[in-house]
């Protein structure tokens, strides 16, 4: 019998069927597009993603929004039935979800005072909030306790590294995060500017570089320069991707060439899922490792 239910959202950008394997309930995101609503519901149904890309391919320009405190309610509450609830959510940087589940669990401590519920914020999003709970879910697994595996968690979360970059600006500028001029010029010039999460969670461009080829390259570089042990790092390194798996493929083989200890099966790709597509775009290449804390 578990010691503690430990759950996540959908934003984990892990299948559905992995999940589901491991014993992670998942709070599934929306998205809307040409009036109707989508569930991301990680391929539970197949054709889930490539209908979101068909979508994508005919104009549609999707919208999400965050959990609201209504579902968290509805959510927690099922899981506290059972048991103790560790939840961790989508960044706060970037959207307002982490404080509407905090808030439904303060109301469900009222309620269940015998139960505990400890919502935090992951400070990422994608694979790599999912690896992050998929670690925790190791812990649980071995037996560690509530308490354990909250504190690893919250020491561990800046330590998780999410290095990204994207070919379609377009998606960056419709949200803010680069200005329609930089987007035009960026696309022009085939430069793709290189993104991280800072330590509150946000996105942020660090550097500029022309070509995916180089990209790609200056991608691998950065984790060699923060991942522990540099090229001698062992820990867990996954690739995310939105629709461009060829550049998934041709990072990780960089990888498995500059640090000894990886073969190819030891990196992980996965598919980014319908949310995280819908304000990076696709041609969207991900990287997720642990190394020196996140500072800035």
């Not at 919208?63 to 959510?75: A, L, M, P």
């Not at 390259?217 to 790092?233: I, Q, V, W």
Request: proline residues 3%; aromatic residues 12%.
């Amino acid at each position: 019998m578990r010691k503690f239910i430990l759950s996540c959202e959908s934003t984990v950008d892990l299948p559905y069927a992995y999940l589901e394997k491991r014993e992670l309930p998942v709070l599934f995101y929306t998205y809307s597009a040409n009036g109707q609503e989508y569930t991301d519901d990680l391929g539970k149904d197949p054709e889930s993603l490539p209908n979101f890309y068909r979508l994508l391919a005919g104009g549609a320009i999707p919208t999400t929004s965050q959990i609201n405190r209504f579902r968290y309610k509805e959510f927690f509450e099922e899981l506290l039935k059972k048991g103790d609830v560790i939840h961790v959510t989508l960044s706060s940087g970037i959207t307002g979800s982490y404080g509407n589940a905090e808030a439904a669990a303060e109301e469900l401590r009222a309620e269940y005072p015998d139960r505990k519920i400890s919502v935090i914020d992951s400070l990422g999003a994608c694979s790599g909030y999912g690896m992050l709970v998929d670690i925790a879910a190791d812990m649980r697994d071995e037996g560690k306790s509530f308490e354990e595996t909250e504190k690893w968690i919250l020491d561990s979360r800046l330590h998780l590294h999410y290095q990204f970059y994207s070919i379609t600006m377009d998606y960056f500028k419709r949200s803010g995060r680069v200005s329609g001029p930089s987007a035009a010029i960026a696309t022009i010039l085939n430069i793709c500017p290189l993104m991280r999460f800072n330590a509150e969670g946000r996105i942020i461009a660090y550097d500029k570089v022309r070509g995916i080829k180089n990209v790609i390259r200056r991608t691998a570089e950065a984790m060699a320069e923060h991942a522990d042990g540099g090229k001698d790092y062992k820990g867990r390194c996954w690739i995310a991707h939105s629709n461009c798996i060829d550049a998934a493929e041709e990072l990780r083989s960089m990888i498995v060439k500059d640090f000894k200890h990886f073969k190819r099966d030891d990196i992980k790709i996965f598919d980014i899922g319908t949310i995280i597509t819908s304000h990076t775009g696709p041609g969207t290449l991900a990287l997720f490792f642990f190394g020196d804390e996140r500072t800035m």
